[in-house]
């Protein structure tokens, strides 16, 4: 029997993990609803499902009668349940599904946060209907809410409302979270007023250390424009949130693994809520890139070692103050149908500019995102400090130009 790695999505995200797997000398099983992801390429066997289809991977699987090392994925959660069952099903080195469903279903999420320590949760109840909404709206006395899937991703489904809301469009909002949920129920919440930001980490033997932090800003509610790291805030007030964050991941009985989670604080009142929390790298290139220039420190050995039982043996460190600093932002031109783009090539090759791409071209019509996927394109940027940084994103913008069509 062939022994192989079994791995879930094959995105552009993915490529950096299935890349270092292969440069180990694995082969892969890649499993991708696609007819031809960007990591095909690195498939030595290719099975095009979707992979929340556990069932039909592990016939294939079975009837391949190849011998499987372990099943992974990075940097979605779409596959991280479906790494948990299939890990089960082999007998590999996994996160347990219990625990995964922890970070995963932010109904679930909520409840295990609240029992520990539920001021840093706002107050939430799990929805079915719309007159189970507006018996949580009728006890609040919060003026502003959020509802959301249960489980989703991209922040696809969430919208917000306020008390002057219809029936009708609160209706409407129900079912657009229950149409990107898989439970059959969302998640409504009372609005917290803050900044967004994002913490960065990784379980090693159970112990959670934090790799690096970011500032998170908006295009619209639930569209990220830029994650800006390090984090700069008072030191007391990082201190605890960073506490308590480790905390709770350490809590859930996570036995190893890459964290990305985001926050909604307060620094008036230094006050802190965990908006969500998930068992894998962020996305847009974060644990592979972002996190590694930043702590100086690279992620995916310690996933590795961790995945093939190896020892954490001269893998212990020491993780400080940031090291580095990164940006990774997106972009949001005009609306309209483009004609021309111009300066992208000088862009990609400026100091400091890891990678740049556009998520259109010639021909195509553009316009706002309405939820994360539907950006327009992103930047990762590298420097010593973020101003650095900042000062490379003000030349980006005066070097890419956009012509549209009359």
């Not at 390090?230 to 036995?255: G, M, Q, W, Y």
């Not at 000088?346 to 100091?351: I, N």
């Not at 980006?396 to 549209?404: A, K």
Request: aromatic share 10%; hydrophobic share 40%; glycine share 6%.
């Amino acid at each position: 029997m062939k022994k192989m790695v079994l791995f879930l999505c094959g995105g552009r995200w993915q490529e950096p993990w299935v890349k270092f797997l292969k440069e180990k000398g694995h082969q892969i099983i890649l499993v991708d609803p696609n007819i031809n992801p960007i990591c095909k390429k690195y498939a030595d066997v290719y099975f095009q499902e979707d992979v929340k289809q556990v069932d039909a991977i592990f016939e294939f699987i079975s009837k391949g009668e190849f011998e499987i090392e372990f099943v992974t994925s990075d940097q979605t959660d779409v596959a991280t349940i479906p790494v948990a069952i299939l890990s089960q099903k082999f007998n590999t080195p996994a996160i347990p599904l219990e625990v995964v469903e922890k970070f995963t279903n932010k109904f679930l999420s909520r409840d295990f946060v609240a029992s520990i320590d539920n001021t840093h949760v706002p107050n939430y109840a799990q929805v079915v209907s719309l007159e189970c909404i507006l018996t949580f709206v009728e006890s609040s006395t919060c003026d502003k809410f959020i509802i959301k899937p249960a489980n989703a991703q991209s922040s696809r489904g969430i919208e917000a409302f306020d008390n002057n809301v219809t029936n009708q469009d609160l209706e409407y909002h129900l079912q657009h979270a229950l149409l990107h949920s898989t439970t059959g129920y969302a998640v409504v919440e009372e609005f917290v007023n803050g900044t967004e930001i994002t913490i960065e980490g990784i379980v090693i033997d159970r112990k959670h250390h934090i790799m690096a932090a970011s500032r998170k800003k908006h295009f619209r509610m639930g569209i990220a424009s830029e994650l800006a790291y390090p984090l700069v805030s008072k030191n007391e007030f990082l201190d605890r949130i960073f506490s308590f964050h480790s905390k709770i991941i350490e809590a859930t009985k996570i036995p190893f693994g890459i964290t990305h989670s985001e926050y909604i604080i307060n620094e008036t009142t230094q006050e802190f809520w965990l908006v969500e929390m998930a068992c894998r790298g962020g996305g847009s290139l974060i644990p592979s890139h972002i996190v590694p220039w930043v702590s100086q420190i690279e992620l995916y050995p310690i996933l590795y070692n961790a995945l093939t039982k190896q020892t954490t043996t001269g893998l212990s460190f020491e993780v400080g103050e940031a090291k580095k600093a990164a940006v990774l932002h997106f972009f949001e031109f005009k609306e309209g149908v483009v004609k021309t783009i111009l300066g992208l090539d000088e862009c990609s090759k400026m100091k400091g500019v890891v990678l740049i791409d556009l998520e259109f071209k010639p021909g195509d019509s553009i316009k706002s995102a309405s939820d994360d996927r539907g950006r327009q394109g992103f930047a990762i940027v590298f420097g010593d400090n973020l101003s650095d940084c900042y000062l490379v994103i003000n030349q980006l913008y005066e070097r890419i130009n956009i012509e549209y069509e009359l």
